[in-house]
């Protein structure tokens, strides 16, 4: 079964809006990962937040941590156009080759 | 720098063909390798790993397999294809290490079997 699922599934906002996107999981993890995903495209690395921090920032991006809920939640600010994409979250539980284990993702849509 | 190259882009294959498709990471020694597949409308299924020459990890049981002739070269193979396998294919790496929790996506190769 999946650890990581997204939640909305879709959302659409307008261009200077906030989107909030959150991803739950079932077991403990180690770290927890955001990835981007253009239509048709492969994956892009954003964030990586550790089982021991609260939240991270990098650029437009903020990402918060809540093991007690096991869950995790992606903001991205002031959005532009180009932010439309899918947006899937990751969980490293330790297992040897560091396997990730990803939710179906949340696809982003930025009207202009 | 890292690079990652997946090919073919697309490919349409009948079903009972044989498969192959090809992933090689450059700028790397190394590197954890990895398959998934990405079905319509779902999430990414770790299909295999490799954590060196020769060592496979495969994840759910399927018509596919995998192999790591080289140290950054990884195939993904079929004998005989199914309409199931239809779906988009995704190699990735990760470097062993302190940072080896991220992972490097290559472009992707998306088979539609008919």
Redesign the interface.
């Known amino acids: 079964s999946?650890q990581g699922e997204e939640d909305p599934q879709a959302l659409s906002i307008q261009e200077g809006e906030n989107a909030t996107m959150n991803c739950s999981y079932k077991t403990s993890i180690?770290?927890l990962?955001w990835?981007r995903q253009n239509s048709?495209?492969?994956?892009?690395?954003l964030i990586?937040i550790r089982s021991n921090e609260r939240e991270k920032h990098s650029g437009r991006l903020r990402v918060t941590l809540d093991t007690s809920k096991k869950s995790s939640s992606l903001l991205i600010t002031a959005s532009r156009a180009a932010d439309t994409a899918s947006y899937?979250c990751?969980t490293?539980a330790g297992w040897?080759?560091?396997?990730?284990?990803?939710?179906?993702?949340t696809r982003l849509t930025i009207n202009p | 720098s890292q690079t990652i190259h997946q090919w073919p882009a697309t490919l349409v294959q009948p079903v009972g063909s044989p498969l192959s498709l090809e992933c090689t990471v450059e700028g790397t020694s190394n590197p954890n390798l990895y398959w998934y597949r990405q079905a319509a409308g779902r999430g990414l299924q770790l299909l295999f790993y490799s954590v060196g020459i020769g060592q496979i990890s495969s994840e759910v049981p399927q018509n596919l397999s995998a192999s790591r002739p080289q140290d950054r070269q990884f195939i993904l193979s079929s004998k005989k294809l199914l309409l199931s396998d239809s779906g988009f294919y995704l190699c990735a790496w990760s470097v062993r290490g302190t940072d080896q929790e991220t992972q490097y996506f290559g472009p992707g190769t998306r088979l539609l079997v008919l």
């Open positions: 999946q180690n770290n990962q990835y048709g495209r492969g994956l892009v690395h990586l899937l990751a490293d040897g080759a560091q396997k990730l284990v990803f939710g179906q993702g």
